[in-house]
């Protein structure tokens, strides 16, 4: 699923593009790529099922990856080697894609996510 947002790294505020997947061989993870700046995350899903099952304003996860929802919007803290990065996205859509992942059929999501994907080429 494609999400558009927007990345600040505290001075900064650019458009962000980012392309989410998840594969079922490793269930625990959601893989986001972000096509501007051809980063990969994998993410936690416990991480993100807790944040959108849980109040706004409260953070979960610490280290290279955070997230909290904010209002309409989640917020994706990450750090690495290049320094660390605010990820803004419509929480709507983030809910969207965790429901897709409990909704399908793991293979039939995969399918359907390269499709989408090459479909937005």
């Known amino acids: 699923m494609i999400i558009r947002g927007t990345a600040t790294d505290g001075a900064v505020i650019e458009p962000s593009t980012s392309l989410w997947s998840h594969d079922p061989k490793d269930p625990w993870a959601v893989v986001v790529r972000f096509t501007e700046h051809e980063v990969t995350w994998n993410l936690s899903l416990d991480l993100l099922l807790d944040a959108f099952a849980s109040p706004p304003g409260t953070r979960f996860g610490s280290g290279d990856f955070g997230v909290e929802l904010d209002g309409d919007s989640a917020l994706l803290y990450l750090k690495g080697?290049?320094?660390?990065?605010?990820?803004?996205?419509?929480?709507?859509?983030?809910?969207?894609?965790?429901?897709?992942?409990?909704?399908?059929?793991?293979?039939?999501?995969?399918?359907?996510?390269?499709?989408?994907?090459?479909?937005?080429l």
Request: aromatic share 12%; proline share 2%; hydrophobic share 40%.
């Open 81 to 120: 080697e290049w320094g660390s990065a605010t990820m803004k996205f419509p929480s709507k859509e983030i809910q969207e894609f965790l429901n897709q992942i409990d909704d399908q059929d793991s293979e039939e999501f995969v399918a359907q996510e390269l499709e989408n994907f090459l479909e937005a």
